[in-house]
């Protein structure tokens, strides 16, 4: 059996979503779902001190033509998507490419995939180099709003191309601003929420989806043989997804890497994927 689901941001994130379909999978097993989270209330105090004191504009989002109905903002250019997979030995060797043998600095898997695709996309693209990135992550504290992830920006002050790959993935992992949830709130507010922005692409963004419980759906004793996740509407700059892979896929400690970027890079950072061996023969789907 192959279930689908398509699903908007409005309701919720990835977290959200792969707890509806959970639930749907107890549903037709006849028993009763998981509770619901109680959501939070707006505090308007916080909205109406927010009004009063408006903050910078977020660095995350980017306004676009008004979409109407159709929800997708086109693209400037042609945009192409491809995953591959990467087994728990791959990993363990990436750490010991960035950071030896001897690995005193403890950087997150996460970190360390989106500083090395940050680096390929960086050397294929033409024109200025990705400065900005926005990473998305889980907050585990917010699990109870519906929308718990958080929204940040970093900002290398180099050369993305030329710089270290360790020196790079410390970055993205201690230099991560703010969260920008409640600007993006305010701006949008500010245009009394008729206007269009882009989060997806806005700038080079990295989606960590490592802690969303995919393989969670069970239905009558079976479990996901293969679950695979993708944004539409991702803006030109590009998007990267991590997932975890499913223990029939890969074992333990596999991920699933979903590139979105446009159709004249792919080609150029999917080789210099190749030559970090983070991309081993014909994995490409």
């Not at 977290?15 to 505090?43: H, T």
């Not at 693209?125 to 929204?151: F, H, M, W």
């Not at 043989?225 to 991702?234: A, K």
Request: include cysteine; charge should be negative; aromatic fraction near 8%.
């Amino acid at each position: 059996m192959s279930l689908g689901l398509s699903w908007s941001h409005v309701l919720g994130d990835a977290f959200a979503a792969s707890d509806f379909i959970n639930g749907l999978g107890q549903v037709m097993s006849g028993l009763e779902p998981s509770r619901l989270p109680n959501y939070a209330k707006p505090n308007t105090n916080v909205q109406q001190k927010l009004a009063k004191n408006p903050s910078p504009p977020p660095l995350s989002i980017r306004h676009v033509d008004s979409v109407g109905d159709y929800w997708i903002s086109p693209n400037k250019c042609k945009m192409e998507t491809f995953s591959f997979t990467v087994t728990a030995t791959q990993l363990n060797n990436l750490q010991v490419k960035i950071l030896g043998p001897i690995q005193s600095d403890q950087i997150p898997i996460f970190e360390l995939i989106c500083a090395l695709i940050w680096k390929c996309v960086a050397t294929v693209r033409e024109g200025p180099q990705p400065k900005l990135v926005t990473i998305c992550k889980n907050d585990t504290n917010k699990r109870t709003e519906g929308n718990s992830q958080t929204i940040s920006t970093v900002e290398a002050d180099f050369w993305v191309s030329d710089m270290d790959l360790k020196e790079l993935a410390n970055l993205l992992a201690k230099q991560a601003g703010q969260n920008e949830k409640t600007r993006i709130e305010e701006a949008i507010e500010n245009e009394n929420g008729v206007a269009d922005f882009v989060v997806y692409g806005a700038n080079l963004t990295f989606v960590n989806w490592e802690d969303v419980d995919f393989y969670g759906l069970e239905v009558k004793g079976h479990k996901p043989v293969c679950v695979h996740y993708n944004i539409q509407g991702v803006g030109d700059e590009g998007a990267v997804l991590l997932l975890p892979a499913g223990a029939k896929e890969l074992g333990d400690g596999g991920r699933v890497v979903t590139v979105i970027l446009p159709e004249k890079e792919v080609f150029g950072v999917q080789s210099e994927l190749r030559k970090n061996d983070l991309l081993l023969g014909n994995e490409l789907e």
